[in-house]
């Protein structure tokens, strides 16, 4: 009876040894899934952070060339810096102070679908005030616009 006894605490403990080592493959498979999904990650960060680099340099450097109007490379400079992935928040605002006060100055005014929806007086107007923010900013805009012909996110 003894024996029996022993024979199946024996088994008993070759089972659990064997579910001990399937439990560790798996944390194992499990842990290197885990590096791998963070690699990607991170790789993916780092290819939206070109994409964003590249696309605000073209836009800065057509603005600089006066082929992209000043209003609208303000909004997609704007928005793309506001875009960028960051492990710490960086505040652009004051490293370009002037792109950013313009920005904050046309931002309200309807763009596309909503611009095209507003009867002619009102447009008129919005194009009125928009010309006018434009002569008020553009040369101080054109300097952070130079600086971000150069610009790298980090």
């Keep these: 009876m003894q024996a029996s006894w022993m024979i199946l605490i024996g088994i008993g403990c070759l089972i659990i040894l064997a579910l001990a080592v399937y439990a560790g493959r798996l944390l194992y498979r499990v842990k290197a899934q885990q590096v791998q999904q963070l690699k990607q990650q991170n790789e993916a960060i780092a290819a939206r952070k070109v994409r964003i680099t590249e696309s605000v340099q073209i836009i800065a450097k057509a603005m600089g060339r006066e082929e992209c109007d000043l209003s609208e490379g303000a909004i997609r400079i704007s928005k793309l810096l506001a875009a960028?992935?960051?492990?710490?928040?960086?505040?652009l605002?004051?490293?370009?102070?002037?792109?950013?006060?313009?920005?904050?100055?046309?931002?309200?005014?309807?763009?596309?679908?909503?611009?095209?929806?507003?009867s002619k007086k009102a447009r008129m107007q919005f194009d009125l005030d928009r010309f006018r923010f434009e002569?008020?900013?553009?040369?101080?805009?054109?300097?952070?616009?130079?600086?971000?012909?150069?610009?790298?996110?980090k």
């Design 84 to 91: 960028i992935p960051a492990a710490k928040p960086v505040d």
């Design 93 to 118: 605002t004051q490293q370009y102070p002037d792109l950013h006060a313009f920005y904050d100055k046309i931002k309200h005014m309807p763009i596309m679908d909503a611009r095209s929806e507003l």
């Design 135 to 153: 002569g008020e900013y553009a040369e101080r805009v054109q300097q952070d616009v130079a600086r971000l012909t150069t610009f790298e996110c």
